[in-house]
Nanobody, 126 residues
Framework: QTPLVESGGGTVQSGGSLRLSCDAS????????VTWFRQAPGSRREGVASIRSDDKIEYPRGTLGRRFTISQDKDKRTIYLQMDNLTPDDTAMYSC???????????????????WGQGTQVTVSS
């Protein structure tokens, strides 16, 4: 059973915002990398933002980092993904993944994680 629980998805109009949460309070290790991924039907899974337990943050090349912001509340062990100016192209299942091996290469391209959440659906209407 995964120790990661996502929430905050839903339906929003184009131009709107959503904040996703990844509850990692049951994650068993002190060090971690958490990456938010998204996958639309028929598309490959895409990493959108990564954060480490020491607050190092990485975004993929391109424009996502200008609209998406990853952050964390260490007391709550919750990782957030703030998504602004959403477009229909952002419609996807969003999930978080966490791992200790990934701490040493904590970038959105890395898919080597110990745990994956079930995901939360984000739908952006035009």
């Amino acid at each position: 059973q995964t120790p990661l629980v996502e929430s905050g998805g839903g339906t929003v109009q184009s131009g709107g915002s959503l904040r996703l949460s990844c509850d990692a309070s049951k994650y068993p290790y002190q060090n971690y990398c958490v990456t938010w991924f998204r996958q639309a039907p028929g598309s490959r899974r895409e990493g959108v933002a990564s954060i480490r337990s020491d607050d190092k943050i990485e975004y993929p090349r391109g424009t996502l980092g200008r609209r998406f912001t990853i952050s964390q509340d260490k007391d709550k062990r919750t990782i957030y993904l703030q998504m602004d100016n959403l477009t229909p192209d952002d419609t996807a299942m969003y999930s978080c993944a966490a791992g200790v091996r990934a701490f040493y290469w904590c970038v959105p391209d890395n898919r080597d994680f110990d745990f994956w959440g079930q995901g939360t659906q984000v739908t952006v209407s035009s």
